[in-house]
C-alpha cells in the first residue's frame, strides 16, 4: 500500500479521479452471476451426499441395488422399519446416549474450575499445563488405545460402558478445559474484582458469578464433547465385544460387512444418527469456531 | 515455598480435578504405551502369571514362562526397517492423505469465507447449508462415502455410466481409492475451516479496506495485503490444529478404504489401529506405531512454532 504514488498531490481537487478501482460493495452483474454460481456450486457438494441418503433411505431394498439412477422410486418407510423393529439399533442408539451423556457431564465437571482458572490466575505450572492440553490434543488414538485396553482387560472392564466413558474422558476433559478458558476469557475481570470487593472469596466468585454468566460457554463446550462422543468409533469397535453393548459406532458397521453389505439398513441407520447430531451441533455451532481457535490465538 | 502455596493455593485447588483424571486416565497408560513399545507383548503373552483353578476352587498362580520381555530397541528397528509391517508405505500415504486434505480444507476454507464475508441476498441461507456436512458424524459420512463410490451401486460410477464412459473400481487401485478418501475428507473438514476464517475476516478493521481502496489498492493487491496479514492469528491456529487432526483422522480411511487394495492405503493410525486389534493383535507393534506417530507430530509441531515465531507470530 505504500508504494502507491502520491500522485494526486498537485491537482486540481476536481481532477481527483483515481483510476476507477472496484470497491467491494460494488459489483458487476458478472461478478454477481460468478459469485452465486460457485456458491450453488459449494452448496449443491455440501447437500448432496446427506440428500443422497435421505432419499435411498426411502427407497425400498430392491431400488437401492440397482445399477440405474433414480431420485424416487416408490418411497416407503420399509427401511426404518427394519433398523428400529429387526435390528438392535435401539439399543445401539440408548448404548451412545447414556455414555455421551456420562462422558459430557464428567468432562465439564472436571474441567470447569481449571479452565477458570487458567483464564484469571497466574501460577507455577500455568504454562505447562496449557501445554499438556494441546498435547493430548495431538496424542494419536493409537498410543493410548492399546494401554487402556489391557488396563480395562486387567479390571475386567472391556465390553462396559464405563470402559467407554473413561477413554473418552482421556479425549475429553483436556479439550473441555480448552475450551472453556476460551470462553472465561470473554467474562470481564472486573465482575470478579467486584466480587472480591463484596467479600467473595475465589471460590465464591467462580461459583456464584461466574458460573451462572458462562451459561452459553458451558452449553457449548458439553454439546460438542456429546457430539465426539457420538461419533467416536476407533474405542467403541476395539472395547466392545457383545452386539447389545455397542455403540452406533460400533454397531452401524455390523449392516454393511465386506460381502453382501446391507445398503437399505445403512441408509436408514446413518439418518437417524445424524438427526439428532444435527440438531445439537446446529444448535452450539455459533460459538464453537470462536471457543475452539481463541485458546490458540491468545495463549 | 510456604509463600508460593499460600499465594497460588486456590488456583491450584481449582486445577486439581482435571490434572488428577489427566494423570490417571492420560499419563499412566501413556507410560504403559511407550513402555510397551519397548516389550514383544501380544495377546498370547501379556499374563506375567497363568492361574488354574484346583478341584478345592482356589486359585494357584504360577509365573508364566511365555510371558512378554523386554526387547529394547527392537521394535524400533523393526518398524523403521520394514521388517515388520508397512510404516514406509503408510507414511507416504499418511503424508500425502495429510498435505491433500489441509491443503483443500484450508484453499476451499478460505475462499468460501471470502465470498461469504461479502454483503448479498442469500448469505445467511448459503452460510448454513454450507455447514452442514460438519453436522454428520465422521462414521457415518464415511459410510455414505463409502456407497457413493461404491462399484456397483454407487452413484458416481452410475453417473459415469450414463455419460457413456466405463465405471471405474475405485478400490482396486492405491491412488484412486485414496482419492474416494481424500474426497470424503474433504467434504467434512472445509466447514470448520470455512467458519474459523470467516470469524477471523469479520475481525478485520473494515478502515483498513477503506483507506486501500482510497489509495487505489485492486481486489487482489487488498486480498494480498490486508486479508491475508489480517488472518494470520486464525490461520496459524487452524492449519496446525487441522494438520493434527487429519494426520490422526481415524474413521475415514478406516471405513472408506478399509485399506484396500490390500493395505496400500492405510495411514499410520489405521495400520497401528490394525497391528493391535485384528488378527493376532501385536500390542507391541501398535504401542511402537503410536509413539513414532505422537513423535512425528510434536516435531511438527514444534517446528511449525519456531517458523512462526520467526515472523513474529507467537500463540
Known amino acids: 500500500m505504500s508504494s502507491m504514488p502520491p500522485a494526486t498531490a498537485t491537482e486540481t481537487p476536481a481532477a481527483v479521479t483515481p483510476p476507477r478501482v472496484r470497491g467491494r460493495e460494488d459489483r458487476s452483474l458478472l461478478a454477481s452471476v460468478a459469485l452465486h454460481g460457485t456458491l450453488i456450486v459449494a452448496t449443491f457438494i455440501a447437500l448432496f451426499p446427506v440428500l443422497w441418503v435421505m432419499l435411498s433411505s426411502i427407497k425400498p431394498a430392491s431400488e437401492i441395488r440397482r445399477t440405474e439412477i433414480s431420485l424416487f422410486a416408490s418411497p416407503t ?8 423393529f429387526d435390528t438392535n439399533f435401539p439399543q445401539w442408539f440408548l448404548n451412545s446416549v447414556i455414555v455421551a451423556a456420562f462422558t459430557m457431564v464428567i468432562g465439564i465437571a472436571m474441567s470447569a474450575s481449571a479452565g477458570y482458572a487458567l483464564s484469571r490466575f497466574n501460577f507455577p505450572g500455568k504454562r505447562g499445563l496449557m501445554w499438556v492440553f ?6 494419536p488414538v493409537a498410543i493410548l488405545i492399546v494401554p487402556i485396553y489391557t488396563i480395562m482387560a486387567n479390571l475386567g472392564l472391556i465390553d462396559t460402558k464405563a470402559s467407554l466413558v473413561i477413554a473418552y474422558c482421556t479425549v475429553a476433559v483436556p479439550f473441555c478445559a480448552w475450551m472453556l478458558r476460551g470462553y472465561f476469557d470473554t467474562i470481564p475481570r472486573e465482575l470478579d474484582e467486584a466480587a472480591a470487593l463484596d467479600g467473595l472469596g475465589p471460590f465464591g466468585t467462580f461459583y456464584r458469578v461466574i458460573l451462572p454468566l458462562a451459561r452459553p460457554g458451558l452449553a457449548v463446550t458439553a454439546f460438542y464433547t456429546f457430539l465426539t462422543a457420538w461419533g467416536e468409533v476407533a474405542y467403541a469397535i476395539a472395547f466392545m465385544q457383545t452386539d447389545d453393548h455397542y455403540t452406533l459406532g460400533a454397531g452401524l458397521q455390523q449392516f454393511v460387512p465386506q460381502f453382501s453389505p446391507r445398503w437399505d439398513l445403512l441408509t436408514a441407520g446413518a439418518v437417524l444418527i445424524t438427526i439428532p447430531a444435527a440438531i445439537v451441533f446446529f444448535f452450539a455451532q455459533k ?4 471457543g475452539l481457535t481463541a485458546g490458540g490465538t491468545k495463549g | 515455598m510456604r509463600k508460593s502455596f499460600d499465594k497460588h493455593w486456590y488456583a491450584w485447588a481449582m486445577v486439581l480435578p482435571t490434572v488428577v483424571v489427566l494423570s490417571v486416565l492420560v499419563f499412566a497408560p501413556l507410560v504403559q504405551g511407550v513402555y510397551q513399545s519397548f516389550t514383544d507383548v501380544n495377546e498370547s503373552n501379556q499374563r506375567s502369571e497363568i492361574c488354574k483353578k484346583t478341584l478345592g476352587g482356589d486359585e494357584v ?3 508364566n ?4 520381555k523386554f526387547v529394547g530397541l527392537d521394535n524400533y528397528v523393526d518398524v523403521l526397517t520394514g521388517e515388520q509391517g508397512h510404516f514406509w508405505l503408510q507414511f507416504t500415504n499418511t503424508i500425502v492423505w495429510t498435505v491433500a486434505c489441509v491443503t483443500f480444507h484450508y484453499g476451499l476454507g478460505l475462499g468460501l469465507a471470502v465470498m461469504l464475508n461479502r454483503r448479498f441476498r442469500g448469505r445467511s441461507f448459503y452460510r448454513v447449508a454450507l455447514i452442514v456436512p460438519w453436522a454428520v458424524p465422521a462414521f457415518v459420512a464415511a459410510f455414505a462415502w463409502r456407497w457413493i463410490f461404491d462399484q456397483q451401486f454407487g452413484i458416481f460410477n452410475g453417473v459415469l455410466k450414463a455419460v457413456g464412459m466405463d465405471p471405474v473400481a475405485w478400490f482396486d487401485h492405491r491412488w484412486s481409492a485414496l482419492f474416494t478418501a481424500i474426497c470424503a475428507n474433504i467434504w467434512l473438514g472445509v466447514p470448520f475451516m470455512m467458519v474459523a476464517i470467516l470469524g477471523g475476516l469479520q475481525s478485520i478493521s473494515a478502515d483498513l479496506y477503506e483507506a486501500a481502496e482510497m489509495d487505489g489498492a485492486s481486489p487482489w493487491q487488498r486480498f494480498r495485503n490486508i486479508t491475508l496479514p489480517g488472518l494470520r492469528p486464525v490461520s496459524s491456529t487452524v492449519i496446525l490444529l487441522g494438520t493434527i487432526w487429519t494426520f490422526n483422522m481415524f474413521p475415514i480411511i478406516y471405513f472408506v478404504t478399509r ?4 493395505g496400500q492405503t492405510e495411514i499410520l493410525v489405521t495400520g497401528a489401529y ?3 486389534f485384528e488378527g493376532i493383535r501385536d500390542y507391541s507393534l501398535a504401542a511402537t506405531y503410536g509413539v513414532l506417530i505422537l513423535s512425528i507430530l510434536i516435531v511438527y509441531a514444534s517446528v511449525y512454532k519456531r517458523m512462526l515465531s520467526k515472523q513474529g507470530e507467537v500463540f
Open chain 1, 77 to 84: 418407510l420399509e427401511n426404518y422399519r427394519k433398523v428400529l
Open chain 1, 134 to 139: 494441546l498435547l493430548t490434543q495431538m496424542f
Open chain 1, 287 to 290: 460459538h464453537l469456531v470462536a
Open chain 2, 61 to 63: 498362580c504360577t509365573p
Open chain 2, 65 to 68: 514362562p511365555k510371558a512378554s
Open chain 2, 259 to 262: 485399506g484396500q487394495p490390500a
Open chain 2, 274 to 276: 490394525r497391528a493391535g
